[in-house]
C-alpha cells in the first residue's frame, strides 16, 4: 500500500505527463474529435433557433459528455473545445485510477503505469462518451463498496450514480449494473443489497429499453461483424492492437511487453501468498472485461471496436488489482516514471509531426470559409504512417465547428446523437463519401458551395484543372475549393 502523499505525487506527475500530448497541438489525431465539438455548436443552434433543422434528443444515454465539451467551448473557443475537453477527461482518468489504488489499499505505481491505457484506440478514435464513462465506472466500483446507515439513502444515490453513468454511456451503465450483480450475489452473497441497488437503477433500464427502438427508427442499424474469431484474438497481435492501436511502429508492441512483464513477474514472486495479496473484486472486473473482449463481435449496430474496447480497462484494473513486483522501491518507481514519460513523450513527437506533415494547409483552408458553408469534405489520403485507422474521415467536420453550415456527412446524421436532423436526412449525393472519397461525382460537388480535399500534388492538381473547383488555399495536404455551377 502507497501512503497518501506518494500517491499524490505519483498522480500529479501522471497528470501532468498526460496532459503534455494535448498542449502541443492544436489538431490532435482523434477522428471522431471535430464531429463531437460540432454537436456543440448544433446543440446552440437547436437552442436558440426553434426553425432549424435540428432536434435535441434529451434522454440520449450519450450526452453527458457535452457537458464537458460546452464548457470548454466557452472557456477555450471552439476550436480547441475538443482537445482540452480530452485533456480534462485524461487528467479525471488518472485521478480516479490514483483515488481507487488509495481507497482500495492497492500500489500506487500500478495506478500510474496504468495510465498510459488512455492512449489507445478508445481516444485515437475519439469515443468521447466512453472515455468519460470509463472514470466514472470507477466511481461506481467505489460506490458499490460503501456501507450505508439506511435503505432510502442507499437507494437515493444510486438512483443518481445511475442516471450519470447512463447519461455518459449506456454501455458503462449496463456493465456497472450486471458489476452490482457479480458483486452482491455471487462474491458476496448478500441479495437483499442487490435488490435495493438494482431496483434504484431499473427507472434508467426501463428508459434505455424506451430508447433504443428509435435507434432502428433512424437508420443507425448494421451488419454484426465478426472479423476475428476468439481463438485469433488470443494467438495474434490483436491483444496488442485492442490495448492501445492508436501510434504505428514498434513502440506499442514494447510498452506492451513490459505491462506483460510487470504482470508476470508480479505474480511469480508473489506466488506463494497470491491469493492474499491481490484484490479479488478488481481481478474479477478485468476477467469479466477480457471476457467481454473475447466474446462480443467486432461491429454490432455500428458500433466499431465493439470488443476491442474492453481489454484497456481490463489491463488497467488488473495492474491495480495485482500485487507490485518485488523490487527495491526507488528502482521500481524509476521503471514506471520512464515507461510512462518515455511512452507519453514519444507520443507527444508523433502528435506534433502527424499535425505538421499530414494536416499541413488545414488551418489555411479553415480560414478562408465564410460562416454557414455548405461544405463537401474528401480526404483521397486514407491512411497516415504515423496514426493507425482513418484518421481524416471526420477532419472536414472543422468546418462546421469554425464557421456552421452543413456537411456531407454530420453525427446529426447518427441516431444516438445528441443533437439530430429532425427529419431524417436522405442525402441526394453519393452515400459515405467520408470513407470512399474515390467514388464522388461530379454531379455530387454540385450539392455544395465548398470542398475541403485531403489529397497528393498530383491530385490537387487534377482538381485545380476541374471547371468545377477553384483552388481558394495553395500549399499543403488539405486545400479549400470553390464550387462553381
Known sequence: MSNKREIIILAALSCALAAIPFLVVNFPPIIDLPQHVAQVRLFGEAISNPASPYRIQWITPY???????????????????????MLMIVVFWVIMLHLLSYKMKRPALAASLASILFFGHILYWGFYQFAFGWPLFIGWILLSKTEFQTRWKEGLVFFLASIILYMAHIFWFLVAVGWLVVRHLILKGDLKRLMIRVAAASPLILLGLAWYPSLGAYGFISQTIWATTPFERLFSAWLVDATFGGIKGSIEYIVFGLLIVWIVVACLQNRKDLLSKLDRELVVI????????????????NTIRFCQRWVPP??????IGLPSPRLKKSMLTGVVVVIVAG??????????????????????????????????????????????GRPFIQTFAYSQVLKGGELNFSFADFGPSLVVYRERRLPPWTPELEWFPEKAKKSDLLFFDYALLNADEKLHAAA??????????KGGRWRCYKVGR
Open 464 to 473: 485545380s484543372s476541374n471547371q468545377v473547383l477553384k483552388p481558394l488555399t
Open 343 to 388: 511512452f507519453l513523450l514519444l507520443t507527444s513527437w508523433q502528435w506534433i509531426a502527424f499535425e505538421r506533415t499530414e494536416l499541413s494547409g488545414l488551418k489555411e483552408s479553415l480560414a478562408v470559409l465564410p460562416q454557414t458553408p455548405k461544405v463537401l469534405g474528401l480526404s483521397y489520403i486514407k491512411d497516415s504512417p504515423i496514426v493507425r
Open 63 to 85: 450526452s453527458l459528455v457535452y457537458a464537458v465539451l460546452g464548457g470548454n467551448w466557452l472557456i477555450f473557443g471552439p476550436i480547441n473545445a475538443g482537445r482540452m475537453g
Open 286 to 301: 478485468s476477467a469479466l472485461f477480457m471476457l467481454l473482449a473475447f466474446i462480443l463481435p467486432d461491429k454490432q449496430t
Open 314 to 319: 481490463a489491463l488497467a484494473f488488473l495492474l
